[in-house]
């Protein structure tokens, strides 16, 4: 039977009811040959993860360098370095003010930290595999500065937070957004980039055209959430629950972004794994727990990685 994009959409219109979704990434339904909208199924999963190898050590699984964080919002960042380090980044560095360092080494000791105004030093932006930016960093001047100086290595870059909101006020910076990179906004994020949209469906189409314009991946954050990629195709993320909603959350996936893009993977193939990991983490933690917190989320990820293996059945 077939599936419509309607039942993933908080609202309705006519033309959601319309589109069918088909079931896997790589699958068609007959129904739907050229469907843009596919639902992410386990087995697309399974296929896309890369197995840990004999020999391999923190240099093979890349440097991810997260820039969170600011006096009243530190916890954001720690949060978002905590999704990074349990998404499994080989080496993590945290760029926060430095008010925050005694915190990180007791939160989260794996983590290095290079203060906030070392970033602008010659070539320390270099030495990273993928950069994550925005959870709690404020929306000041020198966050716009330290953006330009990003975007200038044209390497994908991962953002989310106030560095959409930075990007929302400087057409003239997102314009020079590294194709490739990834941003993740909720509803709210998305119509301060795009402008309001009166439908979930005409903000769909939004996020395939903006997508496609720019070269990027643009996940969009809700109960389903939608990986729009450059081709305009829409993957559809069903795991994560109402348990989930508490905030945090998606500093801890800006985390785990971060760090499938530091292991490797490609831009789309990082949205996809860290969308459905973060979820299905949350989902295996309200088996028992009325409500999740962000960081049980992520202790939770190699939990639900390593258990993706040992299951048969989603
Ligand atoms: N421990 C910390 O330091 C935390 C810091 N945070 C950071 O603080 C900064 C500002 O976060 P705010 O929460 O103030 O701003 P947001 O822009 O995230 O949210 C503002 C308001 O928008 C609404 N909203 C958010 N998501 C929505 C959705 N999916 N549907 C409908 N309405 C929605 C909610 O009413 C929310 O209060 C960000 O950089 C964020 O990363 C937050 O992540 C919370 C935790
Ligand atoms: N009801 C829900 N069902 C599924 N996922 C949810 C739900 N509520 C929140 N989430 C997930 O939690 C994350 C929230 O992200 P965001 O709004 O950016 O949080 P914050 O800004 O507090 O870090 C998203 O990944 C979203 O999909």
Redesign the pocket.
């Known amino acids: 039977m077939s599936v419509f994009l309607n039942a993933y959409l908080p609202d309705t219109d006519p033309l959601s009811k319309k589109q069918v979704v088909d079931r896997g990434l790589t699958k068609q339904s007959a129904e739907a040959k050229a469907s843009p909208y596919k639902l992410i199924e386990l087995a697309d999963i399974r296929g896309m993860v890369k197995i840990r190898m004999p020999f391999s050590h923190k240099g093979t699984y890349g440097h991810a360098l997260i820039i969170?964080?600011a006096e009243?919002?530190?916890?954001?960042?720690?949060?978002?370095a905590k999704g990074c380090v349990y998404g499994g980044a080989g080496l993590i560095t945290l760029s926060i003010p430095v008010q925050g360092l005694t915190a990180l080494n007791t939160a989260v000791p794996e983590a290095m930290y290079l203060e906030r105004s070392e970033l602008l030093r010659s070539r320390t932006l270099d030495n990273y595999d993928a950069i994550g930016i925005?959870?709690?960093?404020?929306r000041m001047v020198d966050s716009h500065t330290i953006m330009a100086e990003i975007f200038a290595l044209k390497q994908p870059v991962v953002i989310?937070?106030?560095a959409l909101?930075i990007l929302s006020g400087h057409p003239d910076l997102f314009h020079l957004l590294p194709k490739d990179s990834i941003l993740s906004p909720?509803?709210?994020?998305f119509d301060?980039l795009f402008g309001p949209h009166k439908n979930w469906w005409d903000r769909l189409q939004t996020a395939r055209t903006e997508a496609k314009k720019r070269g990027v991946i643009l996940i969009l954050?809700?109960q389903y959430t939608f990986i729009v990629d450059h081709e305009g195709d829409v993957s559809i993320n069903q795991t994560g629950n109402p348990a989930m909603a508490q905030?945090?959350?998606?500093?801890v996936l800006?985390g785990i972004l971060t760090a499938y893009l530091a292991q490797g993977y490609s831009a789309k193939a990082a949205a996809i794994l860290s969308c459905y990991f973060h979820g299905k983490a949350g989902d295996e933690l309200s088996t028992t727990h009325f409500n999740v917190t962000?960081s049980e989320v992520a202790a939770q990820i190699p939990i639900t990685v390593k258990s993706l293996f040992n299951k048969a059945e989603d």
Do not use: Q, R, S
Request: proline letters at 3%; charged letters at 20%; glycine letters at 26%.
């Open positions: 969170a964080g009243k919002t530190m916890g954001a960042a720690l949060l978002c925005g959870p709690g960093i404020g989310d937070a106030d909101a909720h509803v709210k994020e301060g954050k809700n905030g945090g959350m998606g500093d800006t962000a």
